[in-house]
């Protein structure tokens, strides 16, 4: 039976039918439905864990016990994971062990465009890179019989088209598959210095093999159209050069990208008098071209930047092309903005109002950054803002402690910021650290996370109780507040600045999308009292807009937050009544 499904559906189908019994990943746009989706496979023990380190370190743990195991993260969690994924590769696997990674060409919702195949070339684990939902299902079955085959963990790689894309895949039966028997073996598993020396050289002994598996798989094929131009590509790029340029040029498609093969490559050069490599991101295959002899055309006409597309194909092969379709004039950009009633909206306005420094992180709350709040300055990456906001303040002494605060959600508090907090409390700055608790994990779509109570399936769990882990952490002044009152944010934060000691503040109001969340009535604008001062327009609030110099109020959109009637002096925003 086919089926239509997302690059991500795929590849969680691809773990059911290899017979996968642990699955432990971090949400992460664009891998995030991977594990939601295998979640539903109840043959399969499937969490969301604390972060990616974590994740990756389960699934290991679950391969020493003789399963095939799976992880998930997107392309800046593998940096998370990226200790026990170097070790591991020395250590090899017991079940087979497939690591799926997915890149974000374009930065859609990314803090940065890393390439995953560095990791991969630097770690020195194979790289299985499908361009259909089909390829996904099938090759993480072939990950997994290589991982056993060669003693590795692999890694599939995907990038944003290939995991949100659907196309038909072919469903098969579930295999299943008897635990491998544990044997202990210290000189392989115990990375001692002394043991990891000798593992070294089969790290390099199988990295050979496989580039030899490499030249004759199926996964990495010549397409000959008889053409003069050649191209070499894999994942998306394929896509975009197939329907770009059709069967005027022949292609090699890599499934494979570590380690890369050299006498297929080199013959299919052979073949064609001039050769393009089409690759988003770092030049990885044009470099092990070069490096071997092989003339090939690529970053000197591709960029180096940013998501690839059929028409920047060919506008760069000189391949001419009809616009079928074009407007008559400029779409109006639309910007994300925090959703309406969202919890995160009033702290940020009274941090502006405060005027502090903000150091940030990442979450729904990022957004904190744009206008007309514009309340972040900085954001690096998971838990940055409290360990970030440690250094601001020894830096900058007393004059940086009155006047700045870090920002970071619950889910991400609990990833990697709960350490920056130790380090606050154990090496005494007196800083202000804002958890900001929505109940979810909300930019990648409302998941569960160690705060919920909940697990990946609903199921009720231990909840960790924030407050206690803050004052655990040695922080003893911890406080609760409602975001939508605002005049309660802004005693919390003057009196938190201005104690002698580190604290934490708490905003604890749920995402206002959450389905469990029960809203107001909508609020309306008293025409007669509405002045036009647009001191409500200052939350950016997309429910509220100006209207022949009135304030109006989509009730559609409204959820009755009141944070737009507490900026009211003339009282114009009050509650709709509900007409029978």
Not at 509 to 522: D, E, G
């Amino acid at each position: 039976m086919k089926k239509l499904l997302l690059g991500n559906e795929a590849v969680a189908r691809g773990l059911y039918e290899a017979g996968v019994r642990v699955v432990s990943s971090y949400p992460g746009t664009p891998s995030t439905e991977i594990t939601e989706t295998a979640s539903k496979y109840t043959e399969m023990f499937c969490e969301w864990a604390p972060n990616e380190k974590v994740a990756m370190e389960v699934a290991i743990g679950a391969s020493f016990g003789g399963a095939r195991s799976f992880c998930a993260m997107k392309h800046v969690g593998l940096n998370v994971a990226a200790d026990p994924l170097y070790t591991l590769s020395y250590i090899g696997v017991t079940g087979g062990m497939v690591i799926a990674v997915a890149d974000d060409p374009g930065m859609h919702s990314s803090q940065n465009e890393q390439d995953t195949r560095c990791h991969a070339i630097a770690a020195k684990v194979p790289v299985l890179e499908p361009s259909d939902s089909s390829e996904c299902r099938d090759f993480v079955k072939l990950g997994y019989a290589l991982s056993e085959e060669f003693d590795t963990p692999v890694i599939l790689r995907l990038t944003t088209r290939i995991a949100h894309s659907c196309s038909a895949v072919e469903l098969g039966e579930r295999e299943d598959l008897p635990l491998r028997p544990y044997v202990k073996n210290q000189q392989k598993n115990v990375m001692l210095p002394a043991f990891a020396r000798r593992r070294h050289p089969f790290v390099e002994e199988r990295t050979r093999k496989l580039a030899a598996w490499a030249e004759t798989a199926a996964i990495n094929r010549i397409e000959d159209n008889g053409a003069k131009t050649g191209v070499i590509v894999s994942g998306a790029a394929y896509q975009y050069a197939k329907d770009a340029l059709g069967d005027t040029v022949s292609y090699l498609k890599l499934g494979m990208t570590n380690p890369l093969p050299v006498e297929l490559i080199r013959r299919f050069s052979g073949m064609v008098e001039t050769l393009y490599v089409i690759e988003e991101l770092d030049p990885i295959i044009e470099n092990h071209c070069k490096v071997h002899g092989i003339p090939v055309i690529g970053k000197e006409k591709f960029p180096l930047c940013g998501e690839f597309s059929q028409e920047l194909i060919r506008q760069v092969m000189g391949v001419e092309q009809e616009v079928p379709f074009h407007l008559d004039q400029d779409v109006p950009v639309r910007p994300p903005v925090m959703c309406p009633g969202c919890p995160h909206r009033g702290i940020f306005f009274e941090l502006k109002r405060a005027k502090v420094f903000v150091s940030g992180d990442i979450g729904c709350y990022t957004l904190g950054a744009s206008a007309p709040l514009g309340s972040m300055d900085v954001c690096v990456c998971m838990g940055a803002s409290v360990s970030g906001l440690h250094g601001y303040n020894k830096a900058r002494g007393e004059e940086g402690e009155k006047k700045s605060v870090a920002v970071i959600g619950d889910s991400t508090f609990l990833h990697t910021g709960i350490q920056g907090l130790i380090d606050i409390a154990y090496n005494r700055s007196n800083s202000v650290v804002m958890i900001l608790d929505n109940s979810t994990t909300g930019m990648t779509g409302q998941q569960e996370n160690p705060s919920t109570g909940k697990t990946i399936r609903g199921d009720v769990t231990a909840a960790v109780d924030l407050e206690a882990l803050c004052r655990a952490c040695g922080i003893r002044r911890v406080r609760v507040v409602d975001p939508y009152q605002l005049k309660e944010i802004r005693t919390a934060l003057k009196e938190e600045l201005d104690a002698p000691e580190p604290s934490v503040i708490i905003s604890r109001r749920p995402c206002a999308l959450l389905k469990s969340v029960k809203h107001n009535t909508p609020l309306e604008v008293v025409p007669e009292l509405c002045v036009g001062c647009t001191a409500c327009m200052g939350i950016g609030c997309p429910a509220i807009s100006m209207r022949e110099g009135k304030a109006v109020i989509d009730p559609n959109q409204c959820v009755g937050c009141d944070v737009c009637a507490q900026l009211c002096h003339t009282g114009a925003m009050q509650r709709k009544e509900l007409t029978l």
